[in-house]
């Protein structure tokens, strides 16, 4: 019985230490949830890169057509005092 328990120890230790498949499946499919969450948050961080850019570029834009609008305004104003 102990020689028993001694060689299912020593394939216990062995089997993990050399990653047998049957000791670690478990790690595989960790490892393959972990690659799959990664994959979806740079998909995610790259989508909100684009929108960032959008974001400056309407930006932009509201900023140019507040000065053109003022400018607009403005000449208006001074042409109906005239």
Known sequence: MKR???????LAILGTTSNASWFNKGEQKEKERREYA???L???QH????L???VV????GVVI????GAAIGSKTRKD???
């Open 4 to 10: 028993f328990i001694l060689v299912l120890l020593a």
């Open 38 to 40: 990664e994959q979806q």
């Open 42 to 44: 740079a998909q995610a």
């Open 47 to 50: 989508k909100n890169d684009g």
């Open 52 to 54: 960032g850019i959008v």
């Open 57 to 60: 570029v309407l930006s932009v």
């Open 65 to 68: 057509s507040l000065a053109v």
């Open 80 to 82: 109906a005092k005239a």
